[in-house]
């Protein structure tokens, strides 16, 4: 479906669609909902130096690793980004993402705020920030709850970055309130549509309109 609206080309370079949030907020659901319908759109794995959540599975929601990976990873240049984040290490890794960008692939992230400033400084023209913010505060800590699987302290020690978390909103091209689902989920589709079909991002233009020239006699 996608190939019906932009120019046909063969070098399309992917883009970067970062999601970031107070935690709670939505981004996991949002992605994993994301991915279902698009199929030019892959999610970055992130390695993270946190305990695995009940249902979490190795190498598909994280890669859980041992902080002294985490130190060989980041000093061998092996992460694009990464951050100490509500206490655990988390960060992108470099190879899977690059190959996907050039295979014309787009990469759907789901990292908080200092790692969209990582990825901006390396590559801003990839780059496409969204940052999600909860309908208020007393909705977020429900929606930490009734998620059910971090500790009290946890969710608590969350709550408490809050206020912090949201000073970053104008650091993002776009910025949502994920109160209706549905309607969340449409703008993000609207979003990755309507960059897609940036000019700067379709590099087979100038080609496809010569085609349109007047047939020389
Ligand atoms: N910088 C950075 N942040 C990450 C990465 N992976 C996850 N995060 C962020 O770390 C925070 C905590 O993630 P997580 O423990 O899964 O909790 P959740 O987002 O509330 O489900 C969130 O803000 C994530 O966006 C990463 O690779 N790099
Ligand atoms: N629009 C929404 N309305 C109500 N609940 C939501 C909405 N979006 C997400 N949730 C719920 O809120 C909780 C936290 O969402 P999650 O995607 O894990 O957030 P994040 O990844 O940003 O920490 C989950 O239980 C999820 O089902």
Redesign the pocket.
Same mark, same amino acid.
């Given at each position: 479906m996608l190939a019906s609206v932009l120019v046909p080309q063969s070098r399309r370079r992917g883009l970067m669609l970062v999601m970031?949030?107070p935690?709670?907020a939505g981004?996991?659901s949002l992605s994993r909902r994301l991915l279902e319908t698009e199929d030019e759109l892959s999610m970055s794995v992130?390695?993270?130096t946190?305990p695995a959540r009940p249902g979490e599975i190795d190498g598909t929601h994280y890669f859980f690793i041992k902080e002294e990976e985490f130190d060989r990873m980041a000093l061998a240049g092996e992460l694009l980004?990464?951050?100490h984040? *509500?206490g655990?290490r *988390?960060?992108?890794p470099r190879k899977a993402v690059e190959q996907a960008l050039s295979q014309g692939r787009d990469v759907l992230f789901?990292?908080?705020w200092?790692?969209a400033q990582q990825l901006r400084e390396a590559a801003a023209d990839d780059m496409v920030g969204v940052f999600i913010l909860p309908p208020d505060r007393d909705e977020l800590a429900r929606r930490l709850r009734t998620r059910a699987q971090d500790s009290d302290a946890v969710v608590a020690y969350?709550m408490t970055q809050v206020s912090a978390d949201v000073t970053h909103w104008a650091e993002y091209d776009y910025v949502l309130v994920n109160a209706e689902f549905e309607a969340s989920l449409w703008a993000l589709r609207s979003v990755l549509m309507a960059e897609r079909l940036k000019r700067r991002r379709q590099p087979g233009l100038t080609e496809f309109v010569r085609r349109f020239r007047e047939p020389q006699a």
């Open positions: 970031s949030s935690s709670g981004k996991t992130s390695v993270t946190r980004e990464h951050a984040v *509500y655990h *988390y960060g992108t789901d990292i908080d200092q790692g969350r």
